[in-house]
C-alpha cells in the first residue's frame, strides 16, 4: 500500500518556518521544509489539520501559533462537527487544529493525534480514482465530497476535498495562481495529479 512518506514546504526561510512550526505546533520531523521563491498568490490549495482530543487542546495550539506570528482566519469556536479554529503561519501555510469532542474531558496535553494533509481538488471522485491506481487504499469516502486515504506508516495522512468546499471551509478566498509550494514525497512518486500537486520518490525527499 502506497502511503505519504513526507510532506516537504516550500518557503522562503526554512529556519523561520521550522521555528514556527517547532514552537506553535512542537513539530519536528514530521513536516519537511524547502528553500523556494516560487510565484504563488492567493490559496494554495491544500491545508494541514492536527487532530486533537479535545477543545482545550485546540485552544493551547491555536494561541501558541498566533504567539509565534500566526494570523487568525477562523478563531477557536464550536462548530457542528466539533470544535477548531485555523490559522495562517507566517510562510503562508493554512492550518487548522480541530478536534471532534465538544467537551474538555481532561487536562490540556497539546498533543497531536494525527496530522492530515487536506488538498482541495476539482473532481473529487476522478482524484480518488486517481490516487487508487497510484497504489493508495481508501479508508473513507462520502461520494463527491470529501476522500480520507489509510496513513499507512507514514507520518501523514492524505485527504481530498472540494477546492472552493476546503477554502470556504478554513475562511479564504479559493481564488489562487502559481506553485501550490508543495511536494509529497512517497513510493509511488513521481508524478502529479491531475490538481498540479507534485509527489516525487521518497529516496528523493530531503533528510529531516
Do not use: N
Request: charged share 20%; with cysteine.
Amino acid at each position: 500500500m502506497t502511503f505519504i512518506d513526507a510532506v516537504t514546504l516550500d518557503v522562503a526561510d526554512p529556519t523561520a518556518a521550522q521555528h514556527f512550526c517547532t514552537t506553535a505546533f512542537g513539530l519536528d520531523t514530521q513536516i519537511r521544509l524547502r528553500a523556494s521563491e516560487a510565484p504563488s498568490t492567493g490559496f494554495r490549495g491544500f491545508t494541514l489539520t492536527l487532530t486533537v482530543s479535545q477543545p482545550a487542546d485546540v485552544r493551547a495550539l491555536v494561541d501558541s501559533a498566533l504567539e509565534a506570528g500566526a494570523t487568525s482566519l477562523k478563531p477557536a469556536t464550536k462548530s457542528l462537527w466539533g470544535y477548531g479554529g485555523v490559522v495562517r503561519a507566517p510562510d503562508g501555510t493554512i492550518w487548522k487544529v480541530a478536534t471532534s469532542a465538544k467537551k474538555d474531558t481532561g487536562p490540556t496535553t497539546r498533543k497531536i493525534d494525527e496530522i492530515v494533509l487536506l488538498l482541495g481538488v476539482t473532481d473529487v471522485i476522478a482524484s480518488k480514482r486517481f490516487y487508487v491506481e497510484h497504489g493508495l487504499a481508501v479508508g473513507k469516502s462520502f461520494g463527491r465530497v470529501y476522500v480520507e486515504f489509510a496513513a499507512g506508516e507514514g507520518p501523514v495522512k492524505l485527504a481530498l476535498y472540494r477546492r472552493r468546499a476546503l477554502a470556504k471551509d478554513v475562511g479564504v478566498s479559493a481564488d489562487g495562481s502559481g506553485s501550490h509550494r508543495l511536494t509529497i514525497g512517497g513510493e509511488a512518486g513521481p508524478f502529479t495529479d491531475p490538481d498540479g500537486f507534485a509527489w516525487e520518490a521518497a529516496s528523493l525527499t530531503p533528510a529531516p
